[in-house]
């Protein structure tokens, strides 16, 4: 059987309801048939219209690796800025580290590795670090003058 | 959703007493572009500046809410902080400072 013209009047159908649109919901004429949800939608959640966030805010513990954020579940995220503000009164060690879903933090997930951070300063950075779904953003403060006043900021997108 | 370039906050906030800069509005996210803080005293003042979430209690802020603090703008200075803050609706962005010579500007973008 050869190809056969289709006219608009063979696919029109004047008497369509909601309920032809629904999803799931099959349209026919007898010869072609649409199914609403074979149209693709982007779920306009609140979180995808407002994406900006503070993904984390921590007051780390001397020695200890701390996770500053976790990219949760269905989602991606761009890292913008990190704040990391020393309200001791020592200068201290900084080592900031991401490593994926699953994994132990070693050697090659560090970002930023025994930075000397002084006291009373802020340490700024803007990685642009983009971590997919279970991503761990972490830090620890170490050295001789580990200490526990170090506050940890980090703000960015969240991509649902 | 538009996206409006402004200027998000300004004070000049009295000695020792938290101020805030700016509170991002109901419904709204923002984006800070920049903090600019000047000096326009005569000695060297301390300040700091904090970021709360709407769910923490702004008015008595923990150590995890300070971005900066006892940071030090010289006299005639300008500091500008240009890193960006992304932030939901609700935050309160707020300063403190040891005199009363400091003038602090927040720009950046709303989206709504």
């Known amino acids: 059987m050869g190809l056969q013209q289709i006219t608009g009047n063979e696919i029109v159908n004047s008497s369509v309801t909601a309920a032809d649109l629904a999803p799931g919901a099959a349209l026919s004429n007898g010869q072609l048939s649409v199914v609403s949800s074979a149209v693709g939608v982007i779920a306009d959640s609140a979180g995808g219209r407002l994406p900006y966030k503070i993904l984390g805010q921590i007051q780390t513990t001397a020695n200890v690796l701390t996770t500053i954020y976790t990219v949760p579940a269905a989602t991606n995220t761009m890292i913008s800025t990190i704040t990391i503000c020393n309200q001791s009164p020592n200068t201290v060690s900084v080592n900031v580290a991401a490593n994926v879903s699953g994994s132990a933090v070693t050697t090659k997930n560090f970002i930023v590795s025994g930075y000397a951070l002084g006291a009373a300063e802020t340490l700024v950075l803007e990685p642009r670090i983009s971590l997919n779904v279970g991503s761990i953003l972490s830090a620890n403060i170490t050295g001789a003058n580990a200490s526990s006043n170090i506050s940890i900021n980090a703000f960015g997108v969240e991509i649902i | ?112």
């Open chain 2, 1 to 112: 959703m538009p996206n409006i370039h402004k200027i998000l906050g300004q004070i000049n906030p009295s000695a020792n007493t938290q101020t805030n800069v700016y509170v991002v509005p109901a419904s709204t996210a923002s984006l800070v572009n920049s903090i600019h803080v000047d000096n326009l005293g005569a000695a060297n003042a301390s300040y700091s500046i904090i970021v709360v979430p709407s769910t923490d209690n702004s008015t008595t802020p923990l150590p995890r809410h300070f971005i900066l603090r006892g940071s030090i703008a010289p006299t005639g200075d300008t500091v500008l902080l240009d890193f960006p803050l992304t932030l939901p609706a609700g935050t309160v962005v707020a300063a403190n400072t040891n005199g009363a010579s400091l003038a602090f500007s927040a720009f950046g973008v709303e989206v709504s």
